[in-house]
C-alpha cells in the first residue's frame, strides 16, 4: 500500500488459477480477418502474463487518491432490516464523479491508451456508469470520448447521458442509425451487445480511435482488484471475520474486483478462500443457467470468441432496470473459475434487488444502484436462511463482505416503481435460451446448466 492508503500495485489471480485460461478463437470474416481492436501492450500483458503484482502508474495512483481508499463499514442498520445472523460488512464504491467502481480501470486504460497514442475512445455502455467512467478518465487524460449507450437505459436515464456530455463525450442512444450492425440487428434488440458491436465498428472505420471496454477483460478485473485489496486491510484493522464474500456481476469486474484478491490471498498461504458468490440478475442468468462454451463479446460477429459462461449472444435480454448485468456472458476468468468450482453463483429478480436496495438505503443512508441491490439481496440471504445457489444452499457462518458497486441516485425511478408496486420480474423462455445456446461450441469437458441450484459447486 502506498503512505495514503490507496494500492500502488494491483494482484492479479492469473498466478493462482490450476490451469490457463483456455485461448480465444478469432472467426474469420469474408475478407479474411476479424475486427482489430488497437489494444496498447501493456493491457495485453495485463492479460496474459501470470505475473501476480503489477505497478500502478504514478498518475492513475494520484488520480485514485481523488476518491481513494474507499469506506468499508460494518451494515448493522442493514442486518437488522434482513434479519441477518452474522455480520455484514460492506465495501462502498459508489463515491466518485461515475457514481461506481468503473472508475478504478477506465483511468488505467485511458493512461495507457493515451500513452500508446490513441487520440480517441469509443465503447458501450448499459446503466451508464462504464460510459460516465470512460467520459471522465478521457476527459482527465486529455481524449475524445464517444459512447454508446443501451437506448432503453438512456431514456429512463437522461441525467446518465447529460453527465457524460458534461465531461466532453459524445453519446449516442443504441440502437443507432450509425452503424451496419445496427441497421442488420433485430428489430426490438436492445442490448449492452449490440451496443458494444456499435462501438466496435465504429472504432475500427474511426481514424486515431479504439475501442474499450470496461468490464469482462482479464486486464479490467486486474484494475478492479483495488478494491479487495484495500477491502482485506480494512477488515483486518476490524478485526473482522467472515466467510463469504458477495458482488454483483454483469460480466464481472466488479465481483473480480472485491473477491479474487482473497482467492489470491488463500491460494498464496494454502489456506481454504472464502465463498465467492457473484449474484446475477435473474433476466440473464449465465452463471446459474448458462453453458460453458465460445461465444463471441459483441454484435458484430467478427471479434474473439472467448470460453465463456453463455445463454448465447442471440438471446433477446428480458428488460430491466439492472441495465449493467444485462449481458450474456461471464468474464473468461470468472467463467474458467466457475468451471473448476472455485466461485458460486446465485440468480435475483429485481423486484428482490431493489427491494434490498430499499432496506439498505433506510438502514444504511447510502441508496445503491439496482445492480448492486442484487449483491445486497444475496448478501442478505447468505446471511440469514442461505440463498439459491450453484451448488444448492450457500450459507455464510461467520460474516459477508459485500461490495456495493455504485450509487442509485440516477435510478430513482426504478425505486419510484417499486414504491408504486409496479416493478415486475420477467422470466427467461427457457425455450429461447435453449435456442441461444444450441449452436454454440462447448469448452472440453463443460456441459449446459438447467437451473439455479444446478451445476458444479463451490
Known amino acids: 500500500m502506498s503512505p495514503a492508503g490507496v494500492p500502488d500495485r494491483w494482484r492479479s489471480v492469473l498466478p493462482h488459477l490450476a490451469e490457463p485460461l483456455p485461448p480465444d478463437h478469432t472467426p474469420q470474416t469474408a475478407s479474411g480477418s476479424g475486427v482489430q481492436v488497437n489494444l496498447p501492450m501493456e493491457l495485453v500483458r495485463q492479460s496474459v502474463r501470470p505475473k501476480e503484482f503489477w505497478d500502478i502508474p504514478a498518475e492513475v495512483v494520484d488520480a485514485y487518491r481523488a476518491f481513494r481508499p474507499t469506506p468499508l463499514w460494518r451494515a448493522k442498520g442493514f442486518e437488522r432490516a434482513v434479519g441477518a445472523r452474522v455480520p455484514v460488512y460492506v465495501k462502498y464504491e459508489g463515491g466518485n464523479i461515475s457514481g461506481s467502481h468503473k472508475l478504478n480501470t477506465a483511468l488505467a486504460q485511458a493512461y495507457y491508451y493515451a500513452r500508446a497514442g490513441v487520440k480517441e475512445l469509443v465503447s458501450g455502455t448499459g446503466a451508464g456508469q462504464w460510459g460516465t467512467a470512460l467520459a471522465?478518465?478521457?476527459?482527465?487524460?486529455?481524449?475524445?470520448?464517444?459512447?454508446?449507450?443501451?437506448?432503453?437505459?438512456?431514456?429512463?436515464?437522461?441525467?446518465?447521458?447529460?453527465?457524460?456530455?458534461?465531461?466532453?463525450?459524445?453519446?449516442?442512444?443504441?440502437?443507432?442509425?450509425?452503424?451496419?450492425?445496427?441497421?442488420?440487428?433485430?428489430?426490438?434488440?436492445?442490448?449492452?451487445?449490440?451496443?458494444?458491436?456499435?462501438?466496435?465498428?465504429?472504432?475500427?472505420?474511426t481514424e486515431g480511435a479504439a475501442f474499450c471496454i470496461g468490464s469482462g477483460e482479464t486486464y479490467s478485473i486486474l484494475h478492479q482488484s483495488v478494491i479487495g485489496l484495500e477491502a482485506a486491510d480494512q477488515l483486518a484493522a476490524l478485526d473482522a471475520e467472515f466467510d463469504a464474500v458477495v458482488g454483483c456481476v454483469g460480466a464481472g469486474s466488479n465481483f473480480g474486483g472485491i473477491a479474487l484478491p482473497f482467492f489470491a490471498s488463500a491460494a498464496e498461504a494454502g489456506t481454504e478462500p472464502p465463498l465467492l458468490v457473484a449474484a446475477e440478475s435473474s433476466t440473464t442468468p449465465k452463471l446459474t443457467r448458462g453453458t460453458y462454451a465460445y461465444d463471441r463479446t459483441d454484435a458484430t460477429g467478427t471479434g474473439p470468441m472467448e470460453a465463456m459462461y453463455t445463454i448465447g449472444s442471440s438471446y433477446p435480454i428480458p428488460d430491466s432496470h439492472s441495465a449493467g448485468l444485462r449481458f450474456h456472458g461471464a468474464a473468461k476468468v470468472l467463467s474458467a473459475m466457475r468451471h473448476r468450482d472455485e466461485i458460486a453463483a446465485t440468480a435475483v429478480g429485481q423486484v428482490q434487488a431493489l427491494d434490498a436496495g430499499r432496506l439498505f438505503t433506510r438502514g444504511e443512508m447510502v441508496l445503491p444502484a439496482p445492480e448492486s441491490g442484487h449483491a445486497l439481496a444475496a448478501a442478505a440471504s447468505l446471511a440469514g436462511g442461505g440463498a439459491e445457489g450453484s451448488n444448492g444452499l450457500l450459507r455464510a457462518e461467520k460474516g459477508v463482505v459485500v461490495c456495493v458497486s455504485g450509487h442509485g441516485y440516477l435510478d430513482l425511478g426504478a425505486y419510484q416503481q417499486l414504491l408504486d408496486g409496479e416493478l415486475t420480474d420477467e422470466a427467461p423462455d427457457p425455450q429461447a435460451l435453449r435456442l441461444a445456446m444450441g449452436g454454440l461450441d462447448p469448452v472440453d469437458g463443460a456441459r449446459q446448466l438447467t437451473g439455479a441450484g444446478a451445476g458444479h459447486g463451490r
Open 136 to 205: 471522465a478518465a478521457c476527459a482527465l487524460f486529455g481524449m475524445k470520448c464517444t459512447v454508446f449507450m443501451v437506448g432503453n437505459s438512456l431514456r429512463r436515464k437522461p441525467y446518465r447521458g447529460t453527465l457524460m456530455r458534461t465531461l466532453g463525450a459524445t453519446v449516442h442512444a443504441s440502437p443507432t442509425t450509425l452503424t451496419e450492425v445496427a441497421k442488420q440487428a433485430e428489430a426490438g434488440v436492445n442490448s449492452l451487445s449490440l451496443a458494444i458491436g456499435e462501438a466496435v465498428e465504429y472504432a475500427s472505420r
